[in-house]
């Protein structure tokens, strides 16, 4: 998170918001990384996924999916986690990344398992 300039803004099992800055994580040819869009959906899930767990156990990734659906060269993205399945051993949550204006710029889900 430190690396990419991430930023927790709201904490929920229900709905946890991460913000991270463009500047910093632009590829070759001056767009956002898709690399860098995998990691903020993959961060605010597991953020809220935490949130989730029961007091005794930790969420581990399993499974992440990520599609891009257009690009942005500045300013801020936004990634927003929702639970789609809240269960004993497992949560998946759906998350939707946009830019300044509100776009969306990418969607993803990541799996994770309580340990």
């Given at each position: ?42 961060t605010a899930?597991s953020?809220?996924?935490?949130a989730?767990?029961p007091?005794?156990?930790?969420p581990?990734?399993a ?6 659906l ?8 936004k990634a ?10 497992t ?18 889900t ?6």
């Open positions: 998170m430190e690396t990419l300039g991430m930023e927790v803004v709201t904490r929920d099992a229900n709905r946890t918001e991460v913000r991270m800055p463009v500047d910093g994580a632009r590829q070759v040819i001056g767009i956002l990384h898709g690399g860098a869009t995998a990691a903020i959906i993959e899930a953020v809220a996924a935490r989730a767990a007091d005794d156990a930790v581990v990734g499974e992440l999916t990520v599609s891009h257009r690009s942005v060269s500045q300013g801020w993205v927003t986690a929702t639970p789609l399945h809240r269960g004993r051993r949560v998946v949550y759906q998350v939707t990344v946009t830019d300044d204006d509100e776009r969306t710029i990418a969607v993803g990541l799996r994770s398992l309580f340990t």
